[in-house]
């Protein structure tokens, strides 16, 4: 038999055309498309719009199933040049004697085909083709095949005549396996098909996976449009050219599917209606999805966009088959070279508590075996950016709620977290500073309780029962985005999860996917120092609100921290009333500082809190108690018990509702010598001697006690003597029987006085009339000065009433309250450095407190607003073994000694100079630069 050869059969294109292919070692083999001689079988449509000839399917489906992948002995027994066909004949091996069919034989056997005319000598004939003509008259008799009697119509498929509408058939066939025939590979990951159900054909797009391109034929420019008319090189530029293992991936497809039959799930469409599925080709019990081998193989890589359609299961085989390939550098990872990794001396799994929200994407989790903080950024998750407004950055849309999202359901909470990639991160620094390179870890966060998770999740998209991962939970939600890597970049472990995750949030369009604006929250920051003439104002809303919920956004020492206050929709500063705990000055560290802001931390930060204003000082900073775990636990009393704070100086345990609860805890740390109590010795508690008081002169000193009620610029104070508090009252109860709750005075409507005044006027905080004094109008406002307490206002027109006959007692009667100055002290003013901290510490030193007030000296000062201004000491006499408010000034860094005018104040200023030289030598405060350099300083 000369000339014969073997192959296998790769397509069969009709019942009288099969393409054969050859065996080679490498690459795709030799191909030839052959005829069979003399035969003429019915065509098969080619487009759209036209049919099939009768019996045309059933004559290919014969020959397919006899033939496709199956090894055949052929040869051309003639060519016809002028269609460039070759026509041969083929044989398959058989169980017969002969052990080969010849095809052409079989198939007119079965009355699949028609044997050609030829007249008599002709040599483009077959050899067989007596035996041909004998086989076609059997079954002519028989009237099978082409040969029986139907109907022509009857014998031709009904083909679908409708546009395809792919978004319906996805809908009519989503998660079934479909029975379809594969009629043309375009590349490895793309197939066009006919479905056996409906004889639809479709182009279907192998889901998760992405194949090397065949290239684009692009448009092929006129001859000579270079200019010197090289036709060749224009034609030649206009090919495609393959990826690298591009033929490679097709010619695999091609003999795994080509013309044969297969299952078809189909799993999506894309935003250009493109098909997506997987393709099992039903081999014995196992099928074989046409997607795991070619990743297997290094013939394709997954693709995220088309992976988000799949199940979990499916992701995690074909990410698994990825590997397999990667790991082996099979033929398009042949170069792979696995991205680096920065090492990390910390456990890359663990187990922790969430003690604060950074942002949507951001979080701090304290490791439970070490102890430590560890920020953690979500895998492949980003979140919109929450913003800085005291840079003024404006939060992204949805920023604030991922934050929030996080925060109620994680903070306090244990989870367990686990790295996936860690990567160095440049963070720009500082004005004039070079950035910095920060190795950020980047890993996947569960909660470990179920039971808890089930309380936390939303039921309609956590599956009861599971603990779900944060970073789906965010995704679902529309709160955050994959992130869309680059194809050898490492990524969550859950990556096909999070993007199965956004498409449903797409298409239910959560959050950031809807066409709802995003919600937007101004909030009242009082927080600001130029806001601190603000807070007052509120402080009634505060105090009459009796235990509000808040929110504890930042801690900034033991003692002190920002809330947010929902209810008025404030962010504030607040403060342990009496409670001071260590902390930092500038450079300076005080001795557990560190510790007592981590005690706060840990307990508190991002916490929902319950808390009771009191009072607010002069920087607005809003002062009271703070309940943490649905108010069992008071923070002030657990601080002072473990021996990291101690009650204020100034702090008289008589005045407050739980002054003998915190006097206790206090009492109780330095019994047990915590902390910072640990070289306490009750034998050397300072006494009076040595509070920075003066001792009296021939004891001619005179003594008021007094209630402070301004702190007003540069420690300039304003008092009430205890004695006149009936006074106060006195007045109180003559201007309510003044009547002008129901209407003004006699000044009435239009009333404009004119400076220097006394007058009634309206406080704003609680609508009462007090007694006030013009300082200067402006418009329709003035500004006026309340005589009995010491504080300015401005205030519209309409909100003073005069003082006429029948109120001239209550005119008469002097002002009650006393300008009154630190003795032998210079206190910065608000201008000045340390000016905010110097008046808030006077202002928690002496606001709303029984003092004592030892008259130093007097002065006479234009411009005050009292009769003389009086140099004192202060000291709260229920604070035993405290020192004087003078000397607290002093020690603290936050006031200095002037040069004494006279003898008197020289006393003063030489009891105060030991504080100034322990200031001074700490660098606490003022002094953190060294000596101050001013004529009026010691």
């Known amino acids: 038999m000369s000339g014969w050869l073997n192959g296998i059969v790769k397509a069969v294109h009709s019942g009288d055309c099969i393409t054969i292919m050859g065996k080679t070692a490498s690459g795709p083999p030799p191909e030839k498309v052959l005829t069979l001689s003399s035969l003429m079988a019915p065509r098969l449509a080619r487009a759209p719009d036209s049919r099939d000839e009768p019996y045309a399917w059933e004559s290919r489906e014969f020959l397919r199933r006899m033939c496709i992948g199956r090894e055949v002995v052929f040869r051309v027994d003639y060519s016809v040049p002028s269609i460039g066909r070759d026509f041969g004949s083929v044989f398959v091996r058989a169980n017969t004697e002969s052990g080969q069919e010849n095809v052409a034989c079989s198939v ?10 030829a007249p008599a000598g002709a040599s483009d004939v077959s050899p067989d083709y007596a035996e041909l003509i004998r086989l076609q008259e059997q079954a002519t008799e028989a009237g099978i095949g082409v040969f029986g009697k139907e109907t022509a119509a009857k014998a031709v498929r009904e083909m679908p005549t409708d546009p395809l509408n792919t978004e319906a058939l996805l809908e009519s066939h989503k998660g079934q396996a479909v029975p379809g025939l594969v009629e043309y590979v375009v590349n490895g990951g793309t197939v066009r098909v006919t479905l056996l159900d409906n004889f639809h054909t479709i182009t279907i797009f192998v889901a998760g996976i992405q194949c090397p391109s065949m290239g684009r034929r692009g448009p092929a420019p006129a001859a000579g449009a270079n200019g010197n008319g090289a036709t060749g090189q224009v034609a030649a530029s206009a090919e495609p050219v393959p990826e690298p293992y591009a033929r490679e991936a097709k010619h695999f497809c091609e003999c795994m599917v080509l013309h044969r039959e297969i299952r078809v799930v189909l799993e999506g469409v894309d935003k250009y209606q493109n098909l997506f599925g997987t393709l099992f080709k039903p081999d014995s019990d196992s099928p074989v999805d046409l997607a795991d081998q070619l990743l297997r193989l290094g013939l394709a890589k997954t693709a995220d966009w088309s992976m988000s359609m799949l199940s979990h299961a499916a992701t995690e085989k074909l990410r698994l088959a990825e590997r397999s390939a990667k790991d082996a550098r099979l033929r398009i990872w042949r170069d792979y070279t696995p991205p680096p990794k920065v090492s990390s001396s910390l456990s890359s799994n663990f187990t922790g508590k969430v003690l604060e929200i950074i942002s949507g994407d951001l979080l701090v989790v304290v490791d439970a075996a070490t102890d430590m903080e560890r920020r953690v950024c979500l895998a492949s998750v980003r979140s919109p950016k929450v913003g800085n407004p005291r840079r003024d950055i404006k939060p992204e849309p949805y920023g604030p709620e991922a934050k929030e999202f996080l925060r109620q359901r994680l903070v306090g909470k244990t989870v367990k977290v686990a790295i996936d990639y860690s990567r160095k991160v440049v963070m720009a620094g500082e004005a004039g500073d070079s950035s910095v390179d920060r190795s950020m870890d980047f890993g996947s966060v569960t909660l470990t309780d179920p039971s808890t998770a089930a309380a936390l999740a939303d039921k309609s998209e956590e599956p009861a029962g599971q603990c779900p991962n944060l970073g789906e939970m965010l995704v679902l939600r529309g709160l955050a985005t994959v992130v869309r890597h680059r194809g050898d970049e490492e990524r969550a472990s859950n990556y096909d999860a999070l993007m199965q995750a956004e498409a449903k949030a797409q298409k239910n369009k959560k959050g950031m996917h809807s066409a709802k604006e995003s919600p937007v929250n101004h909030i009242n920051d009082l927080s600001l120092r130029e806001a601190a003439h603000k807070a007052r104002q509120y402080l009634p809303f505060l105090q009459r609100g009796g235990r509000l919920h808040a929110v504890v956004e930042v801690v900034l020492s033991g003692h002190r921290m920002k809330l947010y206050i929902p209810k008025e929709n404030v962010m504030v500063v607040f403060s342990l009333a009496g409670v001071r705990a260590p902390g930092r000055v500038k450079d300076t560290v005080e001795p557990f500082a560190d510790e007592a802001l ?248 002496t606001i709303g407190k029984t003092l004592r007030a030892k008259i130093e000296d007097r002065e006479k000062v234009d411009g005050k607003r009292g009769a003389e201004n009086l140099l004192v000491t202060l000291s709260d006499p229920g604070a035993t073994g405290g020192i004087s408010v003078n000397a607290s000034m002093v020690k603290a860094g936050l006031a200095r000694c002037v040069r004494p005018r006279n003898q008197r104040i020289g006393a003063v200023v030489d009891s105060l100079k030991k504080f100034q030289e322990a200031a001074r030598g700490s660098r606490a405060n003022m002094w953190q630069y060294g000596d101050i350099d001013s004529d009026e300083d010691l």
């Open 598 to 845: 981590a005690f706060t931390r840990r307990r508190c930060l991002q916490h929902d809190v319950e808390v009771e204003v009191e009072n607010v000082d002069k920087t607005g900073t809003f002062l009271g108690t703070l309940h943490l775990n649905g108010g069992r636990v008071n923070l002030g009393q657990a601080i002072l018990e473990s021996g990291l704070a101690s009650l204020h100086p100034m702090f008289n345990p008589e005045r407050a509702v739980n002054g003998h609860e915190l006097k206790q805890c206090e009492t109780r740390a330095k019994e047990a010598r915590l902390k910072m109590w640990a070289n306490y010795d009750p034998s050397k508690e300072m006494d009076l001697a040595g509070n920075g008081e003066a001792s009296s002169r021939g004891g001619n000193a005179e003594v008021w006690e007094v209630v402070v009620t301004e702190v007003r610029d540069g420690g300039e104070l304003y008092v009430q003597r205890k004695e006149k508090t009936q006074s106060v009252d006195w007045l109180a109860d003559q201007l309510a029987g003044l009547g002008l709750m129901e209407q003004p005075a006699t000044g009435g409507v239009g009333y404009k006085p004119s400076p220097g005044t006394v007058c009634c006027a309206r406080f704003s905080e609680d609508n009462q009339w007090y007694r006030a004094k013009v300082e200067k109008l402006s418009g329709g406002n003035a500004e006026v000065f309340y005589l009995d307490f010491g504080n300015l206002e401005t205030l519209p027109l309409s909100k003073l009433a005069t003082l006429d006959s029948p109120s001239l007692t209550v005119a008469a009667l002097p002002p009650l309250a006393q300008s009154v100055s630190l003795a032998g002290l210079k206190v910065p003013s608000l201008e000045e450095d340390f000016g905010y901290e110097a008046g808030e510490m006077l202002s928690e030193l």
């Open 108 to 117: 007119v056997a079965a009355g699949w085909a028609r044997v050609r005319n």
